[in-house]
């Protein structure tokens, strides 16, 4: 991956459809009210789709399918394919992997193995739709997996459009509930995803107090973005703030478009942009 070629690395995108195996007819269902609910097309793109797409637009991206098999019924991308297509595209792709924590001891042994044989850079949680407390002490053991390969764990944080309603708790996507996983692994990166409505105020103050926790701006168009957020952006948490689009749900040329307009101070511009994750994702060969 040349950074130097990259405009922006996008932390947040979605691996959706495989490029292998038939579409889940369950998760078929809900696309349409995501579409509906985020105003996008309901189509979606494979892995290879989704590099090329940003290929085209110069932008580097984490990608990473969602393990809600338990909860939802959903069927994942699985993990290996998505680790498998990334490293093809790694120009411009980096492969998150997506576990249930209530797999316990068998989700830790599967994490190591990924990280070891298939080189996966982080994990993503999506808390409501996996339907756990972050801070359960049964997904303590996946996160010492994590924690113990210095890789970043991401977390799905306030309000979902998934769904719109649909039988999913929010509550399990409330910022404080994550505190509890800074204190408890400070060595293990965290990203509290999304502005997080309606728990801004708790998430802003996570990440000042906890040296490890970023937070990722996708799921919503900056144009949208709290006034408070704004200001933490352009102040104390101006090197801990990401870009992150949300693709395919919200596109990244929509979400660069509508940050041109709010304001953001120009110094602050190119670390939310690029500068902030290459350094957390040790993209630079520096330390985070």
């Known amino acids: 991956m040349n950074l130097a070629e990259l405009r922006a690395i996008d932390v947040h995108t979605h691996a959706e459809v495989s490029a292998r195996e038939p579409m889940d007819e369950v998760w078929k269902a809900r696309t349409t009210a995501m579409a509906e609910y985020f105003r996008g097309a309901s189509d979606r793109p494979t892995v290879p789709e989704v590099a090329a797409y940003y290929r085209a637009r110069k932008i580097a991206c984490v990608i990473f399918p969602v393990d809600s098999e338990r909860a939802s ?3 994942r991308v699985s993990n290996e394919e998505v680790a498998e297509l990334a490293a093809q595209n790694s120009d411009v792709m980096i492969a998150f992997a997506s576990i ?4 316990g001891r068998m989700g830790a042994r599967e994490a190591r193995r990924l990280i070891r044989d298939f080189g996966v850079k982080g994990f993503k949680f999506h808390p409501s739709l996996q339907a756990f407390y ?4 049964n997904a303590y053991v996946l996160y010492e997996a994590i924690a113990e390969a210095g890789l970043p764990a991401l977390f799905h944080t306030g309000q ?17 509930y994550v505190d509890d996983v800074a204190v408890d692994f400070p060595d293990m990166p965290i990203i509290l995803a999304h502005p997080s409505f309606p ?5 802003l103050s996570v990440a000042t107090h906890k040296p490890q926790v970023y937070i990722d701006l996708s799921g919503w168009s900056p144009k949208y973005f709290p006034p ?3 200001q933490y952006a352009n102040s104390i948490l ?3 703030m990401l870009f992150g689009s949300d693709y395919p749900m919200i596109t990244p040329d929509r979400w660069l478009a509508d940050f041109e307009t709010i304001s953001i101070k120009p110094d602050v511009r190119p670390l939310i942009l690029k500068e902030n994750a290459a350094r957390l994702l040790k993209l630079d060969g520096k330390a985070a």
């Open 238 to 240: 101006k090197h801990k």
């Open 199 to 203: 728990w801004q105020d708790e998430a």
């Open 160 to 176: 979902t459009g998934v769904g719109a309603g649909g039988g999913i708790h929010l509550k399990y996507s409330n910022p404080m």
């Open 134 to 137: 972050p801070n359960d002490r």
């Open 73 to 75: 019924g959903e069927r």
């Open 228 to 230: 408070n957020l704004i």
């Open 100 to 103: 249930d924590p209530a797999k």
